[in-house]
């Protein structure tokens, strides 16, 4: 952190200097570790069209900090990790046993969690507006061991994108044809999400539940407007998620407001700066 | 016409290389979508699959695949060597290679997938993520070469026609040149130049690399002109033969007419 602090103390803001405001220096780390994630996911969550599904996954998540609180554990997020995750496992074994669509799948997942989730934080009688701030998200509450925690699952998600976008590209664009060139797409498309539901459900906290999905979405639907093939889809999606995270902390720290709901709100002028830009 | 290489040559199935398949059956949640379905493809043959919507034609294919399990056998018995049965898992070397051209996959104008991306995440392990080294670019250049479409490289693949886009899987199931081909509709969506170009570069193909052609129609019109044999097919296999025998069949007229008079001719 020593390094980080000198690094962030070259900056020439006030909050900048040596000394002070760390949970502001905290949460640009944050930033920095949580946006290029998203970043990275959205590729792919805006590929397989599976923005309905992270939106779900959101849902989950507020569900396991619900079961966790409820255990009594101190650290409910733990929970909330676990549960989004056998939600993600047993999705895809739904979706690939029924013959449904995969959006009414998702959808009757999504209204259980939910359900599930309001239930068990009313239960008792007890007041829901506890689990407001999970709504919402504070990004400037970061500690660092968690943005720690965070830039180990990074390191790991861009591991797992060295090791198999290939194949989960392809079990998206033709789940047969990715099948006869060996391509296990079942498990593609499970470790993929399960992915995606330790992400959501870790930033949670920070970014806030109503939003997260939003930062799935954004940066690359507003990439598609522009790149032309996977290398500039990367890193459009790459820079439009980091620009926004650092624009969005800024204005938040400046004139009040959630961080979240700011980056969101930068990434839609992203989109539409690109899709004004767009390939013809 | 043209001659027959391979099928026809061989007495039996005794010097060439065949897929047999006898008494496949196959049921999906409880139906019964193939039943008793037994013939020979052998090599550098094309036999052209025709059937109503829902005869099993993509099921027989997933079956041959791999990817549905079936009661029956299928076997496949090389130029040289023993038979292998393709449901017994054998070490991988031995295992025929089977190129698929699936259905025409749907891809959106605005999709940010090249043909080099495709066909790069198809066939190499590098992340297409990454800028593509020289060597997967020249390979894809290369198959695309094969189809004549080294010019797509780096088109993107919603922006494809019809025939194109054919030509783009084409060249990917031939990257390792396959014993088997299959191909699921490949003349749906393609235009008449298209479709006259995609024939013409298969029968290329089964003369230069020697390989079974199975593919699935519904255009009657052309069957004469590519295949060796045509196989009607609704559950079980109805008639096989050449194009004009199955063509002016009783089974092809049942088949066919009958259900084109109840739709209200």
């Not at chain 1, 923005?51 to 569900?63: I, N, P, R």
């Not at chain 2, 004549?148 to 990257?175: F, I, K, T, W």
């Amino acid at each position: 952190m020593e390094f980080w602090y000198a690094l962030v103390e070259l900056l020439p803001f006030e909050w900048a200097q040596p000394g002070q405001m760390y949970f502001m220096k905290h949460a640009l780390l944050a930033v920095l570790v949580v946006t290029p994630l998203f970043g990275i996911l959205s590729t792919m969550v805006v590929h397989s069209r599976m923005s309905f599904f992270s939106d779900a996954l959101g849902h989950s998540a507020f569900t396991g900090m619900a079961i966790g609180a409820l255990c009594g554990f101190h650290e409910p997020t733990w929970a909330a990790v676990v549960f989004a995750m056998l939600f993600a496992l047993l999705f895809n074994l739904v979706k690939r046993r029924s013959a449904l669509a995969s959006d009414t799948v998702i959808g009757v997942f999504s209204s259980t969690a939910v359900a599930l989730g309001i239930f068990l934080s009313t239960l008792n009688g007890r007041s829901f507006t506890r689990f407001n701030a999970l709504l919402v998200g504070d990004i400037l509450s970061v500690e660092p061991a968690k943005v720690g925690v965070l830039a180990m699952i990074l390191a790991l998600i861009v591991l797992l994108w060295a090791v198999s976008f290939n194949q989960l590209m392809l079990s998206a664009v033709h789940p047969a044809l990715a099948d006869s060139r060996g391509v296990q797409v079942f498990w593609q498309e499970t470790v993929f999400s399960v992915a995606i539901a330790v992400v959501v459900t870790l930033s949670m906290t920070w970014v806030g539940l109503l939003v997260i999905n939003s930062l799935l979405v954004l940066p690359a639907a507003a990439a598609r407007n522009a790149a032309r093939n996977m290398r500039q889809y990367h890193l459009l999606s790459l820079l439009g998620a980091v620009l926004a995270g650092i624009a969005g902390l800024m204005t938040s720290y400046y004139v009040g407001g959630s961080a979240g709901a700011a980056i969101t709100l930068y990434l839609a002028v992203w989109f539409a700066l690109t899709f004004f830009l767009r390939k013809k | 016409m043209r001659k027959i290489k391979h099928g026809k040559l061989a007495a039996g199935c005794a010097d060439s290389c065949c897929l047999k398949l006898e008494g496949l059956s196959v049921q999906l949640q409880g139906d019964s979508i193939l039943e008793d379905v037994s013939f020979h493809l052998h090599c550098g043959e094309i036999v052209a699959l025709i059937g109503p919507n829902g005869a099993g034609k993509s099921t027989l294919f997933r079956s041959i695949l791999g990817q549905l399990s079936y009661k029956g056998s299928i076997t496949f018995s090389p130029a040289r060597g023993p038979a292998i049965r393709l449901d017994d898992n054998p070490a991988s070397g031995l295992r025929p290679l089977v190129g698929y051209v699936p259905q025409a996959p749907h891809f959106d104008r605005g999709d940010p997938v090249s043909v080099l991306d495709f066909f790069t995440a198809a066939t190499a392990k590098w992340p297409v993520w990454l800028p593509v080294p020289k060597k997967y670019r020249d390979r894809a250049a290369a198959c695309l070469a094969r189809v004549h479409g080294e010019e797509l490289l780096d088109r993107p693949m919603g922006g494809l026609s019809g025939g194109q886009l054919q030509r783009v899987l084409l060249a990917l199931a031939l990257e390792p040149v396959p014993h088997i081909l299959i191909l699921d509709e490949p003349l749906s969506g393609v235009d008449i130049e298209g479709e006259h170009q995609l024939l013409e570069m298969l029968d290329e193909l089964r003369t230069q690399y020697d390989l079974s052609i199975f593919l699935s129609t519904h255009d009657f019109a052309t069957l004469g002109q590519f295949a060796d044999k045509v196989i009607l097919l609704n559950r079980r296999v109805l008639k096989s033969g050449p194009p004009e025998e199955v063509l002016s069949s009783p089974e092809f007229y049942e088949t066919f007419h009958l259900r084109m008079g109840r739709g209200g001719v």
